[in-house]
């Protein structure tokens, strides 16, 4: 009976985890948004400098025929000062070389690399930052495209902020059909825009988004450029460079209009990858601890640390509430399913994302139509994302991280 007791004093404590961690997280990110939001973002006016800083935007493809037409049409009229583009084609065995040398001739300040054998998303970055002259550079994806003044947006904070070493773009989906794009379009901005402004309200950053971010370009080399040896560069990246000693901000006015998967595997698919990232970060940065002057990535690291523990503890309730069902066991463990703390939750998250959706209604001005699919957000954002952490544990922690950086472009729309 003793042993029973214990047992049960265990997983009721993990259970009120369960359903306080998402709870507190929502809550936080909320006020933090607002904050960031008033401080902030409430009544800014753009403050150009009197010379911009030249850049050059590095384009990384993998089999992007479908996508590269539009993002060169749409790069050709750019208005910026001293802007060079260079496509990196990654060894692609579709027609993107072909279309690319069809805008060479017309934009002579478009350029290409072309690399025999697929390095990687970061090995081809790698290779085209050899090349680089300008004092900023810039990652874009080869599916997204920019508002009209996301470049200005992003530039002018360096030459006020010596020791700024990225400026990250607010990603907006364009492909919002359906379930799934809509659901998307909501995540992006309640989960991502707000974790991002509460962070930088904390003051250090989880990540830069991977599809659009401006980089200091004498900061990635002192770092060493992009890690081939995780699934995620981009949250490797923005942690060596605040581990150098960087700043990391997230400007919501530079808007970069992404396309994002449109079915269940192919969300499932990032998701996984994107996991695997976490545990990757964990593995590569857990000495962050060794030095007081990285005390405030201290927060960020056990946040993330709590939310794979989370992961499990969910994972764990929901299948001993499953076996208990079947085998017409006393329940233990609280229903998975919405009760009285279902309730809790979806209120705050309704709050959640209405505060993210009037916030960012002044980049997207259709996401309050994306508000119908909150119900479905705990669902999918929570419990799905949980399951992808845990299957990819063994994989992410001990698994071999030297081919780590190898990809496949995902399937693309092949019109915006």
């Known amino acids: 009976m003793e042993i029973r007791a214990w047992l049960a004093t265990i997983i009721s404590t993990l259970g009120a985890f369960v359903f306080l961690y998402p709870l507190a997280m929502g809550i936080l990110w909320t006020v933090g948004g607002l904050a960031f939001w008033w401080y902030r973002e409430r009544e800014r006016r753009p403050r150009w400098p009197p010379e911009w800083p030249s850049l050059t935007i590095l384009i990384p493809c993998h089999n992007e025929a479908h996508t590269i037409d539009v993002v060169c049409t749409h790069l050709a009229p750019v208005q910026y000062p001293r802007l060079k583009v260079l496509f990196i084609d990654d060894a692609s065995v579709d027609a993107t070389t072909a279309r690319i040398r069809q805008h060479l001739a017309d934009q002579p300040w478009f350029h290409l690399l072309r690399v025999e054998k697929n390095q990687g998303k970061a090995g081809a970055l790698n290779l085209a930052l050899r090349l680089v002259q300008t004092p900023l550079v810039m990652v874009l994806d080869a599916d997204t495209l920019l508002a009209a003044e996301a470049l200005q947006w992003m530039a002018a904070p360096f030459v006020c902020q010596s ?51 401006m980089f200091r370009t004498e900061a990635l080399r002192e770092v060493g450029g992009f890690s081939t040896a995780t699934a995620t560069e981009d949250i490797d990246i923005t942690w060596r460079l605040q581990r150098a000693g960087y700043e990391v901000w997230f400007e919501p006015e530079a808007v970069a209009y992404i396309q994002v998967p449109m079915g269940l595997a192919d969300y499932l698919k990032q998701r996984r990858r994107w996991a695997t990232g976490g545990w990757h970060l964990l593995r590569l940065h857990r000495s962050v601890f060794s030095q007081w002057r990285w005390r405030r990535l201290w927060p960020v690291y056990l946040d993330f640390v709590l939310g794979y523990f989370w992961a499990f503890c969910f994972v764990t309730m929901t299948v001993l509430w499953t076996i208990a069902v079947v085998l017409g066991e006393p329940l233990l463990v609280a229903s998975p399913f919405p009760a009285w703390h279902g309730a809790v939750l979806s209120l705050v998250c309704v709050t959640q994302m209405t505060v993210a959706a009037l916030i960012n209604n002044r980049y997207d001005p259709g996401l309050i139509d994306c508000l119908f699919w909150i119900p479905w957000y705990p669902l999918l954002f929570f419990a799905f994302s949980a399951v992808q952490v845990v299957i990819t544990a063994g994989s992410g922690l001990f698994g071999d991280l030297a081919e780590s950086g190898r990809w496949q472009s995902p399937d693309r729309e092949s019109g915006y």
Not at 164 to 171: C, I, K, R
Not at 186 to 202: N, P
């Open 163 to 213: 020791r700024l070493g990225a400026v990250t773009a607010n990603p907006i989906p364009w492909n919002r059909r359906g379930f799934w794009g809509r659901f998307q379009t909501a995540e992006f901005a309640a989960i991502f825009g707000l974790i991002k402004r509460t962070q930088r309200v904390w003051g250090k950053v989880l990540t830069v988004s991977g599809c659009a971010t």
